[in-house]
C-alpha cells in the first residue's frame, strides 16, 4: 500500500521517489502490451450467445406475430422484439421502436431530426444562434463528441454520488439556448452510480423553458447487474406520468453488452407525440429494419427471465474483474496517496480519481510502460477534465491474468506520478 506521502520526511520522500522509478522501469523491460480503452465485453461473454446464432436458420418458421420478418414492413419493428426491449426498459411496448443494432445510431438519428426539422414543431435547432446540451461529468465521451460534432456547446454539470447536480440542472434549464440533458441513469458510465429515485423525479419535473428540450436517457446498463440485489432505477415515463405527464425523454437501450457488441438489437422509447413526430424524419431513413436479427434475439430471449437468466451467466464472468480492480487499488494504493475510486454494483466502468493535475501523467506512463488506458479528459467535455484528475478503468475485456498485470502497472505508475507532484510541491 502507498505510504501517506504527507507524513513522509523530505529523505523518505527522495528516498520513495527513486524505489518508484525504478519499479517502473522494471515493469516497462517487461514489454507488456494491454489495452483498456474501451468497455468492451470479453471472448467468454460474447461466447456466451453463440447458441443464438442457431434459432433462426433456413428451415425456421419466418413469421413474428403475423409479421413476416423475411420481406419488407414492421417499420417500428418486430412485435416481439418491441415487448422484450419494453421489458428491459421497464415501458410499454407501444412506446418503444425497434431499429438497428446501436443506440448510438438512434441517438444521432435524434439529433439529426432536432438539428435539420426541428422538434415538436419548434424551429430546427440550427437555426438557433446558441445550442448548448448538459452534459453529466465525468460522463460518456461518445455522447458529447455527438453533440460537439453538430457545433453545440457541451456545458459540464458536476455528478454527484445520487446523479447529476440537479440544482445546477434546474438552474441551467431556465435558459431557452439550452435544448437537451445527457443521461446514463443506471450504473452511469464511468461512475457505476445510478440515479436515485429523487434525482429521477426532479429530472421528471424539470420545467425547461425550451418546449424542444429533450432529456437522451441512455439507459444503457439496464440489467447489467453484477450481484443478485443490483441498484434499481425509478422508471422514468411512469415519473413523467406522475408530474402531470410531458413530451421530455428519449429512452435509448440495445443489446450490444447483452449479446453481441455490434450486432444487437436497438431501441428508443418516448411519448406517442415524440414517436409521431420522430416518424416522418425516421421513415426517410429506412424502409424497415433488420427483423432476421430481432427474430433471433426474441427466440433466443423470450422475456425479460430469459435476460436476467443470461445477464446472471455474464455476471459470474465479469464480477471477478471488477472485484480485483476494488482488491488491487486498495493494496497498490490505499486512501493515503490522495486516490479515490467507485466500486460499481454494476455497469462496466470504475472512476477513478487521482490528486489534482495527475490524470494525465498517469495514464502517459501508463501507454510508456505498455497498457492503453481511455485517454485522460475523455470523461469531461472537449476531452477537458477541469483538475486533471479523473481516469476510466475498463476491466471487462482482459483475462483475469492480464487485467492483474495491467493493475500492477497502472498502481505503479499513480504511486510514481503522485510521488512526482508530492516533491514538485516541496522542491525536491
Given amino acids: 500500500m502507498a505510504p501517506n506521502f504527507a507524513l513522509l520526511s523530505d529523505e523518505e520522500l527522495a528516498s520513495a521517489l527513486a524505489a518508484a522509478e525504478a519499479e517502473v522501469a522494471e515493469l516497462k523491460s517487461r514489454g507488456i502490451s494491454l489495452d483498456m480503452a474501451r468497455g468492451k465485453p470479453s471472448p467468454e461473454q460474447v461466447a456466451l450467445s453463440r447458441p443464438m446464432l442457431d434459432v433462426v436458420n433456413s428451415l425456421s418458421e419466418l413469421a413474428d406475430d403475423g409479421v413476416d420478418a423475411s420481406n419488407y414492413g414492421a417499420p417500428w419493428g418486430l412485435p416481439s422484439a418491441r415487448r422484450l426491449m419494453a421489458e428491459i426498459m421497464g415501458c410499454a411496448p407501444e412506446r418503444v421502436v425497434v431499429a438497428g443494432s446501436s443506440s448510438l445510431n438512434l441517438q444521432f438519428d435524434c439529433l439529426v431530426h432536432a438539428w435539420v426539422r426541428g422538434v415538436a414543431g419548434e424551429a430546427p435547432w440550427s437555426r438557433a444562434e446558441r445550442v448548448v446540451f448538459l452534459c453529466p461529468s465525468p460522463g460518456y465521451d461518445r455522447h458529447f463528441a455527438m453533440t460537439a460534432h453538430f457545433g453545440i456547446e457541451n456545458v459540464a454539470v458536476p455528478m454527484t454520488p445520487e446523479g447529476p447536480d440537479m440544482d445546477i440542472v434546474e438552474e441551467l434549464v431556465r435558459d ?41 436517457w441512455d439507459n444503457a ?118 486516490c479515490t475510486w467507485t466500486t460499481p454494483r454494476g455497469g462496466y466502468f470504475v472512476s477513478f ?50 487485467l492483474a498485470q495491467a493493475l500492477e502497472v497502472f498502481c505503479a505508475c499513480t504511486r510514481l506520478v503522485c510521488l512526482q507532484l508530492a516533491a514538485a510541491e516541496r522542491g525536491i
Fill in 176 to 216: 431557452p439556448a439550452v435544448k437537451g440533458l445527457w443521461a446514463v441513469p443506471k450504473y452511469q458510465n464511468p461512475t457505476g452510480i445510478t440515479f436515485s429515485d429523487e434525482v429521477v423525479r426532479r429530472i421528471a419535473r424539470l420545467e425547461p423553458a425550451a418546449q424542444d428540450f429533450r432529456v437522451f
Fill in 221 to 338: 446498463y439496464a440489467v447489467h447487474d453484477l450481484y443478485d440485489e443490483g441498484d434499481e432505477l425509478l422508471e422514468i415515463f411512469g415519473a413523467i406520468e406522475g408530474e402531470r405527464g410531458r413530451d421530455l425523454v428519449y429512452e435509448f437501450a440495445s443489446t450490444s453488452k447483452i449479446t453481441f457488441p455490434g450486432s444487437g438489437i436497438a431501441a428508443l422509447a418516448a411519448s406517442p407525440a415524440d414517436l409521431a413526430d420522430l416518424e416522418e424524419t425516421f421513415a426517410m431513413e429506412r424502409v424497415c429494419p433488420d427483423k432476421l436479427n430481432m427474430l433471433r434475439h426474441s427466440r433466443y430471449l423470450p422475456d425479460l427471465a430469459a435476460v436476467k437468466a443470461h445477464m446472471a451467466e455474464l455476471a459470474e464472468l465479469m464480477r471477478p474483474r471488477f472485484e480485483l480492480v476494488d482488491e488491487k487499488l486498495r493494496k497498490g494504493l490505499g486512501s493515503a496517496s490522495g
Fill in 353 to 402: 480519481n487521482g490528486p489534482v493535475g495527475s490524470a494525465k501523467a498517469i495514464v502517459r506512463l501508463c501507454r510508456e510502460v505498455g497498457v492503453t488506458l481511455t485517454g485522460a479528459g475523455a470523461t469531461w467535455p472537449y476531452g477537458e477534465d477541469p483538475e486533471d484528475r479523473n481516469i476510466r478503468i475498463a476491466p471487462t475485456y482482459p483475462s483475469l491474468g492480464e
